[in-house]
């Protein structure tokens, strides 16, 4: 039987950034097209200039990205808690990485100012925001509770 639109979701790799459509019964599964990697690696993509266009707006999937820098401690801080809510989060949420220094325009586009602060965004939209370190546990129940 074919898939059809309805239930296949488009995924943004995390390697090449290209889309994927992945049929809903096999998220969690599978490899790019393009650069036959996994797709689901469960754990945050650097997000860039050139792919959160592919992430944010393009994917099915809600995107979840941690605006931060390396010179921030409570960024350092929550960074391993970040890492571990995106097992607990893939496949049906992905999550990134933002690093606030190298990517000023897209932190500026979205208003940041004070850091770590996460932003939860679906088909390109703004759906959730949160200032401030969280644990993991926090972060993943904000996160659901925000789909």
């Known amino acids: 039987m074919a898939t059809t639109s309805?239930?296949?979701?488009?995924?943004?790799?995390?390697?090449?950034?290209?889309?994927?459509r992945v049929p809903r019964e096999r998220i969690g599964a599978g490899t790019c097209g393009r650069c036959k990697n996994a797709l689901f690696a469960a754990k945050p993509v650097t997000i860039t200039a050139a792919?959160?266009?592919?992430?944010?707006?393009?994917?099915?999937?809600?995107l979840l990205v941690d605006f931060w820098a390396s010179w921030c401690?409570?960024?350092?801080?929550?960074?391993p808690a970040f890492e571990a809510a995106a097992q607990q989060l893939e496949p049906w949420v992905?999550?990134?990485?933002?690093d606030t220094e190298a990517e000023q325009a897209i932190a500026g586009r979205y208003?940041?100012?004070?850091?770590?602060?996460?932003?939860?965004?679906?088909k390109g939209r703004e759906v959730a925001r949160q200032?401030?370190?969280?644990?993991q546990r926090?972060?993943?129940?904000?996160?659901?509770?925000?789909i």
């Open 138 to 146: 926090a972060i993943v129940d904000w996160a659901r509770s925000a």
């Open 94 to 98: 992905r999550l990134g990485n933002l």
């Open 6 to 20: 309805t239930d296949a979701l488009i995924v943004a790799c995390p390697h090449c950034a290209s889309l994927n």
């Open 51 to 62: 792919n959160s266009d592919a992430h944010a707006s393009r994917s099915d999937l809600p």
């Open 111 to 122: 208003a940041i100012r004070s850091i770590p602060t996460m932003i939860l965004f679906r």
């Open 131 to 135: 200032s401030g370190a969280m644990p």
């Open 73 to 79: 401690g409570p960024c350092r801080q929550m960074a």
